[in-house]
């Protein structure tokens, strides 16, 4: 049993390690080819036995990731973990249990992840259009949508500063919004993060509370949803509440696997 850096070489290898399970997390493996699984803040590292590799490790920045197929124990990386930069670790819930058996949490954050194969037909409401924003003026609209509901109040004061983000984000990487109009109002919208080859991370749902439970947020999310399986990106989410659970399953969403997100009190590298 050895433990070594990985590298692009390796990608193979890597695959096999995944096996059936590739497609639930394709996200992890585009940022692995994203990054040419190498960088001042990239590493990555691999178990292996009579050649085979067993196990994967990514610390990315500040986070941590174990991969194993079959829960398999990190204890061969336990020399290697005193030396890397980490406060998070996040990942399968009970990996991340065997990784920080040997560390104090700060806070711990147990959601789900899911994520789409074929998005579900929705009808479309009658006087409603889809569409991606592509001016500043709907990035405007996007911000008083979102601080229109609760859980985004903590962008409340910064218009300004939030579509200069914003436009930059969206200039400079696939990553897109995707919003209902109705009536001439922007009611619902959602983006994407960190979009790469096979896959899109999933955020910012959010529809306007004099707007709910008209299925908006349902209908915003299959477009989409759609628009990316049409491009050969899986879309994937985390999620904690059990509503947006709902719409998500009512979108095509198909869970992987319970998410645990555990913050540690100390950087490890220190």
Request: aromatic content about 10%; hydrophobic content about 35%.
């Amino acid at each position: 049993m050895g433990v070594r850096r990985l590298t692009a070489a390796n990608h193979t290898e890597v695959l096999t390690l995944f096996g059936n399970e590739m497609d639930h997390y394709h996200f992890l493996l585009d940022d692995l080819i994203w990054n040419g699984y190498a960088g001042e803040h990239f590493l990555v590292f691999g178990e292996f036995e009579s050649g085979r590799l067993m196990s994967l490790l990514l610390n990315n920045f500040n986070n941590l990731t174990y991969y194993s197929p079959d829960d398999r124990e990190p204890e061969a990386y336990r020399h290697i973990l005193r030396q890397l930069s980490f406060a998070k670790v996040s990942g399968p819930d009970s990996l991340v249990q065997r990784v920080c058996r040997d560390y104090t949490p700060s806070r711990n954050t147990l959601s789900h992840l899911g994520m789409v194969k074929q998005a579900v037909p929705l009808s479309r409401s009658r006087g409603t259009a889809v569409c991606t924003i592509t001016a500043r003026e709907e990035l405007r609209e996007h911000y008083r949508l979102l601080v229109s509901a609760e859980e985004y109040a903590g962008l409340s004061g910064d218009e300004e500063g939030y579509i200069s983000r914003e436009w930059n984000r969206l200039a400079s990487s696939p990553d897109r919004t995707v919003y209902l109009r109705t009536d001439g109002r922007m009611v619902a919208a959602v983006s994407t993060f960190h979009e790469r080859k096979q896959s899109a991370l999933i955020t910012g749902v959010v529809t306007h509370p004099d707007f709910r439970n008209k299925g908006y947020a349902a209908q915003v999310l299959t477009a989409l949803f759609n628009l990316l399986l049409q491009e050969g990106k899986f879309p994937y989410l985390f999620y904690t509440n059990p509503a947006a659970r709902s719409v998500y399953l009512r979108a095509g969403m198909v869970e992987i696997c319970p998410w645990r997100v555990t913050l540690l009190e100390r950087d490890n590298g220190s």
